[in-house]
């Protein structure tokens, strides 16, 4: 295919009837040229972050169509603000190392826009994401904590198989309650273990050295969100089992 | 390494996973759009993303939710 250039008001034009719903097969081809115009930028922050930091992140060169469609109903933005349409995911093993990550990501990009998603949860959804703005495009870096991670993949096959709105605040009540709840939980033993290591590092003992107090708060962490999943699982497994009876 | 995903979101499934060499990154958004395309075509609705990653085992790690089902989700803690 041959990469085209579109405008900002062909971008907008062509969001504008993917929303309404009017797909056809030249709308998907030019919505492949836009989402290619994004390579360069998608190499450039992905190849940095991978040469210049050593980190691995997983990338995402293109948003799929279905979930662009699907937040241009939703949020009622223009295609061409969409901050996500090309980004990389990166997974640290908790909220000191995704600070830490976060603050080399800010020194890499020092033109980025921060969002932080752990100050002000989005139905539960906790992470830190980086917008890097490169040639006119954003690609947006996801941070997620190994807990923040598990929590948003459960959060996005709840909505795959159960009600696709509970992502978006929306659905199965129960479900949602679960969710929140969980997200809560997580929330709470991960900010007491960050100042827990915070409060470690002041006192000078070595980073990666692991205390009987973090290993404390580790198990009790490990423990409330099995409790926490126990519940989860009945109310989640029930709402999938009576989707599928439905649908069946 | 490049990975073209299809997933029936409603069914909670993978349909299929192919695995590219960087270098043939054309050649997978080549066939990521055709087969948007074909599928368009049977009025079939699924998530096709392509995603890089170091390794398969990589991938299984950011993106579970392809892979595994709700139960196996759930079960994150122990």
Known sequence: ?248 | MIFLIEYDRPKGCLVQMKSFADRDKDVAQTERLNLELENHSRGIDREIVILDAASKTAVRRTHRRYFEDLAELLRFAN
């Open chain 1, 1 to 248: 295919m041959t990469e085209t250039s579109l405008t900002r008001t062909q971008v907008n034009k062509l969001g504008d009837r993917l929303r309404k719903g009017e797909v056809s097969k030249s709308d998907l081809r030019l919505l492949e040229d836009y989402r290619r115009s994004f390579t360069e930028a998608y190499d450039h922050v992905v190849e940095k972050i991978r040469n210049e930091l050593g980190l691995a992140p997983t990338g995402r060169r293109a948003k799929s169509t279905k979930s662009i469609i699907d937040k241009l109903r939703r949020e009622g933005t223009r295609l061409s603000t969409m901050q996500d349409v090309a980004g990389c995911r990166i997974v640290v093993s908790d909220m000191l190392g995704q600070d830490k990550a976060v603050r080399r990501l800010e020194e890499l990009f020092p033109n980025s826009n921060l969002k932080d998603r752990r100050k002000m949860p989005s139905h539960g959804y906790r992470a830190v994401h980086v917008i890097v703005p490169h040639s006119n495009k954003l690609v947006e870096i996801q941070i997620r904590t190994s807990l923040q991670q598990s929590w948003a993949e459960l959060s996005e096959k709840v909505s795959d198989v159960v009600d696709p709105l509970i992502k978006y605040g929306a659905g199965d009540e129960e479900a949602r309650f679960v969710l929140n709840s969980l997200s809560r939980v997580i929330e709470k033993y991960e900010t007491s273990e960050l100042r827990l290591a915070l409060d470690e590092l002041k006192d000078s003992k070595p980073e990666g050295a692991i205390s009987d107090a973090i290993k404390n708060a580790q198990a009790a962490k490990k423990q409330a969100i099995i409790d926490s999943l126990g519940e989860a699982s009945e109310v989640l497994l029930s709402a999938e089992r009576t989707k599928n009876d439905f649908s069946n």
